[in-house]
C-alpha cells in the first residue's frame, strides 16, 4: 500500500533543497507581487501579507551550500548562518527579494543586517527590534511603535495602502495557520509513529516559501493523510529538543537522533511560524493587538529577555504537556544565546528531576555517528533506569 504521504512530503522536500527559491520566483511572476526575506526567529508576517506581499523565511544556506564567498565576511568562532546567508545573498540566489527583516537575535544578526545594507543598497532593509520590558504602557507602546514604522516601509515598496481591516484578514489567516500548527505538533506527540519529525520538520520548513493560504492547506492535508497511517509506536524514550531556535541542523541529524531511538515530541525548529502561541485579537487597533500577542502569548527563547526567577518554567511546562521523558539539548556550536541560557536550564531540569543530555552541531554538519550514538545511549538510559 503506497503511503498517502509521499507525495506531500516529496513536495515539501523539494522546497526545503530548493537554494534559488524557485517557488517564490514563480509567485512573484505569476502575481506581480513582491517578496520580502526575514531572518529567524520571529517576524510579524501578517504585516508582509497585508501590503500585499510575501513572506519568506530565510534559515540559511544548510548543508547543501557550499560556503565560498561567506566566510570572508565573518570571523570563525561565530555560528554558521550568518556566512550562508551572505553566500546566498552574493551569488544572486536571493535577488528575488525585495526586502530582508533582520529580528533581534543576537549581536551576530545585528551586525548582519548591517552588512546586508552595505552590500544591497536597492533593497530594503530593517533590524527590527523588540521589547524587553513587558507591560502594555512601556513595552507595547515600543513596539507597536516598531510595527508602525515598519508597515509604513513595507507599504511604501509595495505601493499597497494597509488598512486595520486589511491587516486584520491577514491576521485571520495566520490565526488559522496557528492553529493547524498546534494541531500538526499535538498530533505528534500523541502518535508520533504516524507523524515521523523529519516530515513535520520539511512541512513546517515549507511555510517559508509558501503563501500562508496554501501552507495551511498543505498542512491539514498531511494531518489528514498521516491519520491513514497504520503503524505500531516503538518504545522509544520521549524527548524534547531545544536550543535550535535559530540556525537550523540538517535534516539527516533530524533523522538520526529519531533513528537512535527517540521519538521527538516538542522542538524549537522553524520557530518563526509558530512563535506566537494563540490567536492574535482582531481589534479595532490590529498593530495594537500585534504588540499585546508579542508581550503575553510567545514562546520562551533564549533571545527574548526572560526574569531570572521564571528560567526554565516554559522547558518544564513542555515536558509535562508532552509527557516527555528527557530533554536533548541541541544548538548550535558558537551560538552564545543557546549556549549561555543552558545552564540555566540544566539547573531548573536538575530540580525537576528532568534527564537531559546535551550537543552542538552546525548547519552544514554531515558526521551524525557520534550525535547518534550519544542520543542512543541516553534513550537507552531513561528506558532502563528512568533517569540519564
Not at 537522533?257 to 515530541?265: K, Q
Request: contains cysteine.
Amino acid at each position: 500500500m503506497t503511503d498517502p504521504t509521499t507525495e506531500i512530503v516529496e513536495q515539501c522536500r523539494v522546497l526545503y533543497e530548493d537554494l534559488s527559491f524557485t517557488a517564490v520566483k514563480q509567485w512573484k511572476e505569476r502575481t506581480g507581487g513582491r517578496a520580502v526575506g526575514f531572518m529567524p526567529v520571529y517576524a510579524p508576517r501578517e504585516l508582509i501579507h497585508a501590503a500585499g506581499m510575501l513572506p519568506v523565511g530565510i534559515m540559511g544556506g544548510g548543508e547543501n551550500l557550499e560556503i565560498i564567498k561567506g566566510d570572508a565576511y565573518f570571523q570563525s568562532y561565530i555560528c554558521h548562518i550568518p556566512r550562508s546567508t551572505i553566500e546566498l545573498g552574493v551569488t544572486g540566489r536571493l535577488d528575488c527579494l525585495d526586502g530582508m527583516l533582520f529580528p533581534a537575535i543576537c549581536d551576530v544578526i545585528r551586525n548582519l543586517s548591517g552588512m546586508w545594507q552595505m552590500l544591497f543598497k536597492d533593497k530594503l532593509v530593517r533590524y527590527l527590534d523588540f521589547p524587553q520590558e513587558f507591560t502594555a504602557g512601556i513595552g507595547g507602546a515600543f513596539y507597536r511603535h516598531e510595527l508602525e514604522g515598519l508597515l509604513q516601509q513595507l507599504s511604501a515598496l509595495s505601493k499597497v495602502t494597509v488598512t486595520p481591516e486589511r491587516l486584520r484578514q491577514s491576521i485571520a489567516l495566520y490565526n488559522e495557520n496557528r492553529r493547524v500548527i498546534a494541531k500538526l505538533y499535538d498530533t505528534r506527540a500523541k502518535t508520533p509513529e504516524k507523524v515521523p519529525t523529519y516530515e513535520l520538520y520539511l512541512v513546517m520548513r515549507a511555510s517559508n516559501v509558501l503563501p500562508v493560504e496554501e501552507h495551511t492547506a498543505l498542512v491539514e492535508r498531511y494531518l489528514a493523510a498521516a491519520a491513514k497511517r497504520d503503524r505500531k509506536p516503538l518504545d522509544n524514550a520521549r524527548v524534547v529538543v531545544t536550543g535550535a531556535f535559530c540556525e537550523q541542523p540538517p535534516i539527516a541529524l533530524i533523522r538520526a537522533l529519531e533513528a537512535s531511538g527517540c521519538y521527538v515530541v516538542d522542538d524549537d525548529w522553524v520557530l518563526g511560524a509558530r512563535y506566537l502561541l494563540g490567536d492574535v485579537k482582531l481589534g479595532d487597533d490590529p498593530l495594537t493587538e500585534l504588540a499585546n500577542a508579542y508581550l503575553g502569548d510567545t514562546v520562551e527563547t533564549a533571545s527574548r529577555y526572560e526574569p531570572r526567577r521564571k528560567k526554565g518554567a516554559f522547558l518544564i511546562d513542555s515536558v509535562k504537556k508532552y509527557g516527555a521523558e528527557g530533554v536533548v539539548f541541541c544548538a548550535p556550536s558558537f551560538c552564545d544565546p543557546a549556549l549561555l541560557e543552558r545552564p540555566m536550564l540544566v539547573e531548573a531540569l536538575n530540580k525537576a528531576g528532568v534527564p537531559h543530555t546535551s550537543f552542538n552541531y552546525a548547519e552544514n554538519t554531515s558526521q551524525y555517528h557520534v550525535f547518534k550514538e550519544q542520543t542512543g545511549t541516553f534513550a537507552d538510559s531513561i528506558k532502563l533506569w528512568g533517569a540519564a
